[in-house]
């Protein structure tokens, strides 16, 4: 019976933190077969007359059984997820049951060798040896000659934008843009009380008023623990800018847009201050218009996600990270419906 692999049994943790488990490296059925027919059932617990796939017994996280059928095979489960299933003729399948967790392709690595399984940002990848890298959320099949069966490889999309419709886009809220750059340029920023510059749910005492910069992103601030509200408020907001720009008198649109700019100019700063005036809080913040346009163009991604971001396949073999998929996945719509 194969031992624990050198590195575990050093105990070198400087190189690599292994498992208390105590995984051991397996590269083929034969060696899988071994070291089942090897090991002991638990006795007694929950998990009595299963294997624990481990050297250390007190772990029953990770198993090991056997299969017959037209193939033999020897399955790894992890919880409760086939993770690695060895054949007897030489081929695997590889799943994460669309858990990619970190401990999955740790096991993995400690049982195939580190540079065959990685996980980056947050995906599980194997790879063949040859220069490509595979997804292996729903069952990757790769063969006794290391080839990857192609059909059974996840497809994997990102998000990219499309310029055209954003350059179109950019150009229907142009009036709002150009008057608002106007009023930075005079102000290099604003000043006004906590009941004047909240909005939506934003009240005054709760932790986003007492720190509402990014109020309209979804990525910056207290965003992940207030999406919905902050959905709401890109909604707000839109709704009476786009009433805004059809207002023809142009005196009376600009007094309709002030607050809005205002609004816009707070939420885009990246320094202000705070002093309290009597029971209210006095915000001064700064802003140049390179920052108030910058920030504007990601709210409008954020709002308009689904018209502006096209969805594209990533050539199979590929490792891809979908940057924009964050407008997407906080996107006005979806946080308000």
């Known amino acids: 019976m194969q031992k624990p692999n050198d590195k575990w049994a050093r105990g070198n943790s400087n190189m690599y933190c292994f498992m208390a488990d105590r995984i051991p490296q397996l590269l083929t059925y034969r060696e899988a077969m071994i070291h089942h027919d090897a090991t002991k059932p638990f006795s007694k617990g929950v998990s009595a007359g ?26 790894i489960k992890h919880y409760t997820t086939d993770i ?15 858990y990619d967790s970190a401990s999955t392709v740790q096991i993995l690595q400690e049982m195939f060798g580190l540079e065959k399984f990685a996980r980056r940002k947050g995906k599980a990848y194997y790879f063949d040896g040859m220069g490509h890298a595979y997804r292996f959320t729903h069952g990757l099949r790769v063969n006794a000659d290391g080839h990857v069966d192609t059909d059974s490889a996840y497809m994997e999309s990102r998000h990219a934008l499309n310029k055209d419709k954003f350059k179109e886009l950019k150009a229907k809220y142009q ?26 749910d934003y009240k005054i005492g709760s932790y986003s008023a007492r720190n509402p910069r990014h109020m309209l992103s979804c990525d910056q601030g207290p965003i992940h623990y207030n999406k919905k509200q902050h959905g709401e408020l890109r909604a707000e907001f839109f709704s009476e800018l786009d009433s805004a720009c059809l207002i ?6 600009m007094e309709v847009m002030l607050p809005l700019v205002e609004f816009l100019s707070f939420s ?12 209210d809080i006095r915000y ?29 396949h990533v050539p199979l073999g590929t490792i891809a990270h979908d ?15």
């Open 248 to 253: 023809a008198d142009e005196t009376k649109r």
């Open 268 to 279: 885009a700063s990246t320094n202000y201050s705070t002093r309290m005036d009597g029971d």
């Open 323 to 337: 940057s924009n998929y964050k407008y997407i996945e906080l996107s006005t719509r979806e946080l308000t419906t």
């Open 84 to 98: 690695a299933t060895y054949k007897e003729d030489g081929s695997f399948v590889f799943a994460t049951g669309g």
């Open 50 to 75: 299963k294997k624990p796939l481990g050297y250390n017994r007190r772990y029953d996280r990770v198993q090991i059984r056997t299969e017959t059928g037209d193939i033999g095979k020897v399955v």
């Open 284 to 312: 001064t913040w700064k802003v140049d218009n390179k920052r108030l346009t910058y920030f504007f163009n990601e709210v409008l991604k954020f709002h308009y996600g689904e018209e502006v971001f096209n969805k594209e």
């Open 175 to 200: 009036i709002f843009t150009e008057y608002a750059k106007m009023v930075t340029t005079m102000a290099q920023g604003g000043e006004a009380h906590a009941t004047k510059i909240a909005r939506g």
